[in-house]
Each structure stands twice: as C-alpha cells, then as structure tokens.
C-alpha cells in the first residue's frame, strides 16, 4: 500500500478568480506495512472531518471535509487529502478494516 498527501490552499484573491492559489503534494507514494498502521491512522485522524471517496480495490481517497484557516490575517485555507493505492485486494480490507474501525464506516 502506498500513501501521498495533498494539499491546496485558498486565499481571498484566488478564490474571486475560482482556482487555488497553490496545490501540491506534502508527500507522495510513501509505502506503508502493516507495522505502520498507527501511522495511517494518524493520518486520517489529522484531517478535518475526513470523508472517504472515490473508494475501489486500486485506491481510495479520503478529503477533509473541511478546510482549516492557516494565516488569519490573510484569511489563507488549506484543504487536504490523503490516497491510498493498494497492491492487493487484502490491503483494501485492510485499509477499510482500520477506516471502520476509527470513523465508523462514514
């Protein structure tokens, strides 16, 4: 299973012309074993609100269903999500095991 983070960042000025001011990847296609579950949870439990999308046996995406305001003096949000691409079907159960597990199935 491998795992990248995303980002994109919102600031007044970009938001009036409908785009983002900047997006990328925090990380991208860190593999993850089995021994670094915790760390997959704690992924997951750092997003605001996560919401699992775009969900099959190749991958899963889960969005913060909210975005958090980095820099209040210029009213700059950040949006984040984590992708997961797994290599088996037995790491798609386990991935949705721990998702079930910790946010109940949302």
């Given at each position: 299973?491998?795992?990248?983070?995303t980002?994109?960042?919102?600031?007044?000025?970009?938001?009036?012309?409908?785009?983002?001011?900047?997006?990328?990847?925090?990380?991208?296609?860190?593999?993850?074993?089995?021994?670094?579950?915790?760390?997959?949870?704690?992924q997951?439990?750092?997003?605001?609100c996560?919401?699992?999308?775009?969900?099959?046996?190749?991958?899963?995406?889960?969005?913060?269903?909210e975005?958090?305001?980095r820099?209040?003096?210029?009213?700059?949000?950040?949006?984040?999500?984590?992708?997961?691409?797994?290599?088996?079907p037995?790491?798609?159960?386990?991935?949705?095991?721990?998702?079930?597990?910790?946010f109940?199935?949302?």
């Amino acid at each position: 299973m491998f795992i990248s983070k995303t980002y994109d960042i919102v600031t007044p000025e970009s938001a009036e012309q409908g785009d983002v001011a900047d997006s990328g990847f925090e990380f991208a296609d860190v593999r993850v074993t089995e021994y670094r579950a915790q760390e997959i949870r704690k992924q997951l439990r750092d997003l605001a609100c996560p919401r699992l999308n775009d969900w099959d046996h190749g991958g899963a995406t889960v969005y913060a269903d909210e975005a958090y305001i980095r820099d209040y003096r210029t009213a700059e949000s950040v949006s984040e999500a984590l992708h997961f691409t797994f290599e088996s079907p037995a790491e798609a159960r386990a991935f949705r095991k721990i998702w079930n597990r910790y946010f109940g199935g949302k």
